[in-house]
């Protein structure tokens, strides 16, 4: 046998060290998704591998179709690479003094 189906791929399930806010941006190795619900430490929950996501982003503008990291330490999208992880591509403008940005993940 070369592959069997499992599921769609939107969600995949995730078990977290510790309490998870639903809404938090989740990064595993290459895997980028985002919390639907809280999930308390060490209990399996999902993430949502698809979907636009209105993400709070740091300080800068952000145009249309501009790929979108992930500042781990600010906790914020931006469109600095630096270190930072690929999370999407911004499917609206955002203006530099804009709270949020809307972002396509990856997925």
């Known amino acids: 046998m070369k592959a069997r189906y499992q599921q769609t791929g939107e969600v995949i399930s995730y078990t977290p060290t510790e309490n998870t806010e639903a809404g938090t941006v989740v990064i595993v190795g290459d895997i980028v998704g985002i919390t639907r619900l809280d999930i308390p430490a060490n209990e399996s929950g999902t993430i949502s591998l698809v979907g636009i996501y209105e993400i709070e982003k740091a300080t800068g503008a952000i145009a249309l179709g501009t790929k979108v ?28 003094a804009d709270a949020f940005v809307q972002v396509r993940l990856l997925g």
């Open 69 to 96: 990291y992930w500042d781990a330490t600010a906790k914020k999208a931006t469109a600095t690479v630096a270190t930072n992880t690929q999370i999407g591509v911004a499917v609206q403008a955002a203006e530099s």
